[in-house]
């Protein structure tokens, strides 16, 4: 089973449409987790952090099941500029560094 | 403000050359510094860390090397490069258990 594990998609959604990506991880000791988003060819960057008693920022909500080992990111209400491929990260408690995961990540096209 | 610069953008080398990519850090003292590496289509792949100042801590056994000479500047090379070299290598800086934060990465193609 791998670390970190997304749907690879891609999804394709209509602007104004409502759309979940969910995450799953394998190490229950995970202590971090975070959504990045990555435009073609480009670097990836922060989208937000997730936290257990949930995390929203405009249009965007991450939330994270420590239970089941999952995190999830809504997206209300798309954008054609939400088209972009959204990473799942992971950080693992340091055994001599912490240990970042990156999920394969999930396409995003959002079309008029 | 923190700022990651990398170079060079974009970088053409034949088999068997070497290769040396560089990545500062301004804004910040004492960053964990990464080298990761995207290839085509996949996700990203850690291949070194940095948690101070000649200390590098590799994740892949590879033909690929770091080192930090300075506390902002940590450098990826390699003797000889391979076809499967090829890809997108991103440097990134974070403090700890916490977020992480990318320059913005050399584009290698191996010929």
């Known amino acids: 089973r791998k670390e970190v594990e997304q749907d690879p998609g891609p999804f394709n959604v209509p602007e104004g449409a409502t759309v979940a990506f969910n995450c799953t991880y394998s190490n229950s000791a995970s202590q971090s987790f975070f959504w990045y988003r990555q435009d073609c060819r480009k670097e990836p960057k922060l989208l937000m952090s997730?936290?257990?008693s949930g995390n929203e920022d405009g249009r965007f909500t991450a939330q994270l099941n420590r239970a089941s080992q999952y995190i999830s990111l809504l997206i209300r209400d798309s954008k054609l500029s939400d088209s972009a491929t959204y990473l799942c990260v992971v950080i693992l408690p340091p055994t001599g560094g912490f240990k970042t995961i990156f999920g394969a990540g999930t396409r995003l096209f959002v079309k008029a | 403000s923190q700022t990651i610069h990398q170079w060079p953008a974009t970088l053409v080398q034949p088999v068997g050359s070497p290769l040396s990519l560089e990545c500062t850090v301004e804004?910040?003292?004492?960053?964990?510094l990464y080298w990761y590496r995207q290839a085509a289509g996949r996700g990203l792949q850690l291949l070194f860390y940095s948690v101070g100042i000649g200390q590098i801590s590799s994740e892949v056994p590879q033909n690929l090397s770091a080192s930090r000479p300075q506390d902002r500047q940590f450098i990826l090379s390699s003797k000889k490069l391979l076809l499967s070299d090829s890809g997108f290598y991103l440097c990134?800086?974070?403090?700890?258990?916490?977020?992480?934060?990318f320059g913005p990465g050399t584009r290698l193609t191996v010929t």
């Open positions: 804004g910040t003292s004492n960053p964990n």
């Open positions: 997730v936290y257990s």
């Open positions: 990134a800086r974070g403090q700890g258990g916490y977020e992480q934060y």
